[in-house]
């Protein structure tokens, strides 16, 4: 069975260009979450879906993030104008219960 | 609100010896799980084992085991006979189960293991 699968797996930005990451869950996972991950911290919520709808997104910078998961299996987050604070990974998650799995993340380095 | 928490940063151990991780967190509900997951060099987070909050008996698997405390909402991991390959950053978790709702994560401790 095939993991939860990112790309790109790295990014380097200027401040100010956008950026989309792109995400693949396990077949048949109806839960799909984000999560930005600082250096040297746990992984904290973005947003997550059930399916197509949004389940929660109040940790998402709404000004500048945006996901969607339109037809229920991929998804994509995209930030509009990057700045530095949000040079972190940013973690793909995907679940059909009570366990949560984790893709190998992207990398973003914001210059 | 939840929130979960790892007080010990970080942990050095030698080889073969057992290393022991703490973790408290918070919670408004009655049913909820409790994860431990491991951060390798790479950056890949892997599910390590899990504690259903209504269970009494501790969980294991493999090499791990827990120690759940409900009264003091504190779950601890125990990793016995460590192995170099256990070097890595290891997170507590939390998830609530009403609405199945999004894991919490605490800080992380990161283990080295020295042979």
């Known amino acids: 069975e095939a993991g939860v699968t990112q790309s790109p797996r790295y990014a380097v930005l200027q401040e100010g260009q956008a950026v989309s990451f792109w995400c693949d869950p396990i077949s048949g996972h109806d839960t799909l979450y984000w999560y930005q991950q600082p250096r040297d911290q746990g992984p904290q919520l973005l947003v997550y879906f059930r399916d197509e709808a949004v389940i929660d997104n109040s940790q998402l910078p709404s000004d500048r993030f945006s996901a969607v998961r339109p037809k229920g299996t991929n998804s994509t987050l995209k930030i509009q104008s990057a700045k530095q604070g949000d040079t972190a990974t940013y973690l793909c998650?995907?679940?059909?219960?009570?366990?949560?799995?984790f893709g190998k993340g992207t990398r973003l380095t914001v210059v | 609100a939840q929130k979960v928490t790892q007080t010990q940063t970080s942990i050095s151990v030698m080889e073969k010896t057992t290393v022991t991780m703490d973790c408290v967190y918070e919670t408004r509900d009655s049913s909820y799980f409790l994860f431990w997951y491991k951060q390798t060099a790479s950056g890949e987070i892997v599910f390590l084992i899990r504690?259903?909050?209504?269970?009494?008996e501790n969980a294991t698997e493999g090499h791990y085991s827990l120690n759940f405390q409900k009264p003091k909402s504190s779950i601890g991991l125990i990793i016995t006979a460590t192995q170099i390959e256990d070097s890595a950053v290891y997170f507590c978790?939390?998830?609530?189960?009403?609405?199945?709702?999004?894991?919490?994560f605490g800080t992380g401790t990161t283990v080295s293991v020295s042979p």
């Open positions: 978790a939390m998830r609530e189960y009403q609405g199945g709702r999004a894991l919490i």
């Open positions: 504690q259903d909050s209504y269970k009494k």
């Open positions: 998650a995907s679940s059909s219960g009570t366990e949560v799995f």
